[in-house]
């Protein structure tokens, strides 16, 4: 599956949620992969720009805790 948002990281240094992939906090496609021979999940987010950053790549394990 996939959606757009804004992909934000929180820099505790400064207390504050920054955009992913430095300058302008632009919208991105997040996905999420499902991989079946191992049964893991991964979400990959890129910048809907012509650069297509990738701002989002990370694994989804066990116990993740997850806030709205």
Not at 18 to 46: D, E, K
Not at 54 to 67: A, E, I, K, Q, T
């Amino acid at each position: 599956c996939s959606a757009r948002a804004a992909v934000l990281f929180y820099d505790d240094t400064h207390k504050q949620w920054v955009a992913a992939g430095g300058g302008p906090q632009t919208v991105s496609c997040v996905q999420l992969y499902h991989h079946p021979g191992t049964n893991a999940f991964r979400l990959v987010g890129r910048k809907m720009q012509p650069d297509q950053q990738v701002v989002l790549n990370c694994p989804l394990g066990r116990g993740l805790r997850y806030s709205q």
